[in-house]
């Protein structure tokens, strides 16, 4: 066989395999890392504030010395109803039939919990579509990017009727995903993360006004909660009997000032409405890149890297709020007086569901 006809189509794979497409995976690795730390931060701050409603409550209840009971579903091990379902078990006054419902950010950051899901969930299929390494991997990544992003629309619909995208969205085409013979496997990543993060835009953009809300309320209970347990935290200091203290109860006291102090300085210093901004303008950017594929851009890698630094503070902020304005112990004088008498155990408040 004559040289050229080898070296022709040998030469045709060289040319091809140089121009194999750039797929972002740093850019998305970065979106994603953010994306994890912004439902961390949901997840820590809504923590944060059903345990301090319910510490709310049980200091009420201490207060007042109120009669408690167990629920009647405390009894009962065995599911019932349609679909069954095992009944409620929980600490509530004398003669009531449930738990207390939850107050209104409780309920709204509940009701948010969806749309933080399926942002996860998207973005971790985002990075499973850019790093896998065969067609069958590539087509289960894509089908988790379709549903992701159908839930986040959802989500939108549900929670930011006005921010709905106005088209449903449609994922890859089968006959794209099916081509794995005509298409080398990076093109067919590539063709994947166009027809998805394109599509995917508007929901992300609408879901950065549910992301923002939901963050923002965190936010402001957190620094609520702060700003009360820090001056707490300062009372002892600030009387002249703060010589009387101990030495070793004087450094414990000042710790957890500090401790207090450091939580709230650092709450105040994000921005939860900044950081889902950031969120929605990386991945639009990213979307705006793949369309015309540039190779990398350092505009999207900037964008990217805001988003996921402005997420990892507001994570940081938000843990820290979540263990540093738990209320003090009540003091041993206190529980002494619950006593009603020999051999009655002083009451003791118990975290409410």
Not at 40 to 69: E, F, K, N, P, V
Request: glycine residues 6%.
């Amino acid at each position: 066989m004559p040289l050229h006809h080898i070296l022709k189509p040998l030469g045709i794979l060289i040319s091809i395999s140089a121009c194999s497409p750039y797929l972002y995976t740093q850019e998305i690795s970065g979106f994603s890392t953010g994306v994890n730390d912004v439902v961390a931060s949901y997840q820590a701050g809504r923590q944060s504030i059903d345990a301090a409603a319910g510490q709310r409550r049980d200091a009420r209840l201490a207060a007042g010395r109120t009669r408690l009971m167990l629920l009647p579903g405390c009894d009962q091990t065995a599911p019932a109803g349609t679909p069954p379902k095992l009944p409620e078990c929980a600490i509530v006054t004398f003669g009531a039939s449930s738990v207390p419902p939850p107050n209104a950010v409780q309920k709204a950051l509940a009701g948010a919990a969806s749309a933080f899901d399926a942002l996860k969930s998207y973005a971790a299929a985002l990075v499973a579509v850019a790093s896998a390494n065969d067609a069958a991997a590539l087509n289960q990544a894509a089908a988790r990017v379709t549903t992701a992003t159908g839930d986040m629309a959802a989500a939108v619909g549900r929670l930011a009727p006005r921010a709905a995208p106005a088209d449903a969205f449609v994922g890859p085409s089968g006959e794209l995903l099916g081509q794995g013979i005509e298409f080398y496997l990076d093109q067919r990543r590539l063709a994947a993360l166009r027809s998805t993060v394109l599509a995917a835009d508007p929901a992300v953009n609408g879901l950065g006004q549910v992301v923002s809300a939901a963050l923002l309320d965190i936010w402001q209970q957190q620094l609520r909660q702060l700003g009360p347990a820090m001056r707490r935290a300062a009372e002892p200091f600030e009387v002249p009997s703060v010589n009387k203290l101990t030495i070793a109860d004087y450094q414990d006291k000042l710790s957890m000032l500090e401790t207090r102090v450091a939580a709230y300085t650092q709450a105040r210093a994000v921005n939860p409405t900044a950081t889902a901004r950031a969120l929605v303008a990386a991945h639009h950017r990213l979307a705006q890149a793949l369309m015309s594929n540039p190779g990398q851009d350092q505009t999207v890698l900037a964008a990217v890297r805001a988003f996921a630094a402005s997420a990892g503070k507001l994570k940081t902020a938000f843990e820290s709020a979540s263990t540093s304005a738990a209320p003090p112990k009540a003091p041993a004088a206190a529980t002494k007086r619950t006593a009603a008498g020999p051999g009655t155990a002083p009451l003791v408040a118990r975290r409410l569901p």
